[in-house]
């Protein structure tokens, strides 16, 4: 690990003035007051300001699938930096964004071969939104502006993101956000099926919620729908078994597109390349981002089927019109692209999707041990993925879960929780040992927390 030496972490803990930044998503007051700084990495492991070092339980932010550092990537970033630091995207281009685009197109469902880059997930989802508003459009349909998206779905915080999302803390403070979105309901369901491993056996039917809305609508209204094929950001809830292949036949049923959201799921995390993959159902487009550059750089993208892009070719005018009016300044970035070309390489090397596959087993073993200890309701785990709920207290909804995240902190191990749920989701790299640590960890702090 490059890490600072003593009198560096002194000298920074003694020069460090906390007051200009806002940081994002975070109990601003009650961090300032105690502050966790982390200052470098390597592979499982971060060392604090502190001095310590702690285990990375949740892969920086289910990101960086790979380990941290990896000296392929550092070093491709590294080169690309020094041979271009920045071109335009806009009526120019630069080879590193295709090998990017190819490298990915070949590890995506088949048929789903055209990617438009953009810099985070939440970018990902709006391009993703208005990729099927204009697809209609060319098409002639150019009544479907509707979006359907999900209760408890996190789709990023654009304005396309939070109205499709069904994050209430996210949406109630913005006002009346995207005009034409609908919800369908969720699918968790702890009364039927608590503790499962793996997708669990109860509420195909709830795909049907779509049905419904597609009735009180019309499909002719209808241009999308976006899912998390599992949800992270509200506990880990993994989808019925049935549910998906449930919702993609609706979608066909009624020339809706079906967009999965896999910014946390793609890249390996449940065993294959993407949840897509695992669950055996094909989307029209998919979101992704954070492991795409192994968290080294930020980068998001949008995948299509080739029939989606053809039709911007074909029906996007003259050869010499733009066919679709949206990008950002930094679309495939040459240091982005870089970086998602070594850790594409990186994964396929060192067969680390295969190694989730095999981790699993164990993995959910450890899990499902916690079953019985004190507040634990629910346990829910797939590939290196986790979600262990804990009854929230009385009138403290999150604060019991939270309570857990900075004791497991303090024991040197960083997970991460939402709402009363702890989610883990480690590095691949991860050894038996490590996976061992984590959740003894967890299991002393459970046993403890009030
Ligand atoms: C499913 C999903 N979509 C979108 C996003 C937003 O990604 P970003 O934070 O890169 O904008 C996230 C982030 O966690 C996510 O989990």
Redesign the pocket.
């Known amino acids: 690990m490059n890490m600072p030496d003593e009198k560096a972490l002194r000298h920074l803990n003694a020069s460090l003035n906390l007051d200009s930044l806002w940081i994002p998503f975070t109990a601003n007051r009650q961090f300032k007051a105690a502050p966790r700084l982390l200052v470098s990495a390597k592979d499982m492991y971060y060392q604090t300001q502190d001095g310590r070092k702690v285990l990375d339980g949740i892969a920086g932010?289910?990101a960086v699938n790979a380990g941290h550092c990896r000296a392929p990537i550092v070093e491709a970033i590294q080169k690309q930096a020094a041979t271009m630091d920045y071109a335009t995207g806009f009526q120019m281009h630069h080879p590193a964004a295709f090998q990017a685009a190819e490298k990915l197109a070949s590890i995506t469902p088949q048929g789903m071969n055209r990617v438009f880059f953009t810099n985070?997930?939440?970018?990902a989802?709006d391009t993703a939104l208005k990729i099927a508003l204009a697809y209609h459009r060319l098409r002639g349909e150019g009544t479907r502006r509707m979006l359907i998206g999900r209760e408890r779905g996190?789709?990023?915080?654009g304005f396309g993101?939070i109205s499709v999302g069904g994050m209430v803390g996210n949406r109630k403070t913005f006002g009346n956000m995207l005009g034409s979105v609908d919800h369908m309901r969720h699918t968790h369901d702890p009364v039927r099926n608590s503790f499962s491993r793996g997708q669990p056996e109860h509420g195909a039917e709830l795909a049907d919620d779509l049905e419904r809305l597609v009735q009180l609508h019309d499909a002719s209204n209808i241009a999308a729908v976006i899912v998390?094929p599992i949800a992270?950001?509200t506990g880990v809830l993994l989808p019925p078994k049935g549910y998906l292949q449930r919702l993609r036949s609706i979608c066909d049923k009624y020339g809706i597109l079906l967009i999965f959201?896999e910014?946390?799921t793609g890249f390996g995390r449940t065993g294959k390349a993407f949840a897509a993959q695992t669950f055996g159902v094909t989307p029209d487009m998919m979101?992704c981002?954070?492991a795409l550059t192994n968290a080294a750089v930020p980068m998001?993208g949008v995948v299509v089927k080739q029939g989606i892009y053809d039709t911007f070719m074909e029906k996007g005018g003259p050869d010499s019109a733009i066919e679709f009016y949206h990008g950002y300044t930094y679309s495939g970035h040459p240091l982005a692209a870089a970086a998602a070309c070594a850790s594409l390489d990186l994964f396929k090397e060192e067969k680390l999707f295969e190694r989730v596959a095999e981790l699993a087993p164990y993995w959910e073993e450890q899990a499902h041990s916690l079953k019985g200890l004190p507040h634990v309701i629910d346990i829910r785990t797939i590939g290196l993925i986790v979600g262990i709920e804990l009854q929230p207290m009385a009138d403290k909804p999150g604060t019991r879960a939270f309570e857990a995240f900075l004791r497991a902190y303090n024991k040197n191990v960083l997970i991460r929780t939402t709402g009363d749920t702890i989610a883990m989701s480690p590095p691949f790299i991860i050894e038996k040992a490590q996976i061992d640590q984590l959740f003894d960890t967890v299991r002393d702090v459970l046993k403890t927390l009030p």
């Open positions: 932010l289910w985070s997930g939440s970018e989802v996190y789709h990023g915080v993101g998390e992270g950001s959201d910014v946390i979101t981002a954070k998001g």
